[in-house]
């Protein structure tokens, strides 16, 4: 099938991240992939909730929303729905299996994803350019002297895949998420998995397309991965 903007069905959308995006978090980035934009920022906050309270260890969770006109048709400002409060419980826990928290101490960093444009894939752009933000703050809490070191253990990102009209898909914008057969959302750990979410919309899947979108998904991250690096190294 032709794809709406013309890219191989292995393809990914254009990818943007650019640091440094806000003045006051101590990690913010824009990340556009294709026309999905997602302004993630990073807040450093010494503590942690009481439930962790002298553990020794810290703290990542994740608050995700959508600005009135990031869609098509206004929304509510400030009403979760529980899309959106399922969508932020999976930028938490994606984000903190990038973290040793022993090593983070008793700190918290919230992370904060704001969809200001949304078409198609914004829970996964949201966390691939949150780990750049969480980078950035990890890095400030260095220069600070609240760590001595990133406490990272791999890189974090994400993407989506589907079958659309029988075909194999990269990274689904709206129109094709939309019309999708299956959609997944993947979130891997460098070459390890973290979430597999998937479902048959508007039919089942056998075993083989199972491992062919797994595998579709891999080489996905394996390139937004490498983006992340050049972002961070700049």
């Not at 906050?45 to 309270?53: I, K, M, R, S």
């Not at 999976?90 to 040793?100: F, M, N, Q, Y």
């Not at 691939?128 to 220069?143: E, F, K, S």
Request: proline residues 2%; negative net charge; hydrophobic residues 40%.
């Amino acid at each position: 099938m032709t794809r709406l903007d013309g890219r191989a069905n292995a393809a990914l959308r254009p990818v943007e991240i650019v640091r440094d995006f806000l003045k006051y978090p101590e990690g913010s980035v824009l990340i556009s992939t294709g026309e999905t934009k997602v302004i993630c920022t990073a807040t450093v906050e010494e503590g942690v909730p009481g439930w962790l309270n002298n553990q020794g260890q810290g703290w990542v969770t994740a608050e995700y929303a959508m600005l009135p006109r990031a869609t098509e048709d206004r929304t509510h400002r400030n009403r979760m729905s529980g899309r959106g409060a399922e969508i932020q419980r999976l930028i938490g826990r994606s984000l903190r299996t990038a973290v040793d928290m022993k090593r983070l101490g008793e700190n918290t960093i919230r992370i904060d994803c704001d969809v200001i444009q949304a078409d198609g894939g914004t829970r996964t752009s949201a966390i691939t350019g949150a780990y750049v933000a969480l980078c950035d703050a990890l890095q400030y809490m260095i220069d600070m002297d609240m760590i001595a070191e990133a406490p990272l253990l791999g890189h974090v990102a994400a993407v989506s895949v589907g079958v659309v009209k029988g075909e194999l898909l990269l990274d689904l914008c709206y129109v094709e998420d939309a019309q999708a057969d299956v959609d997944m959302n993947i979130v891997m750990r460098d070459d390890e998995f973290v979430e597999v979410q998937g479902t048959g919309e508007g039919a089942t899947f056998v075993r083989g397309d199972l491992d062919k979108l797994l595998d579709l998904a891999a080489s996905g991250i394996k390139e937004l991965i490498e983006f992340q690096k050049k972002s961070l190294s700049m």
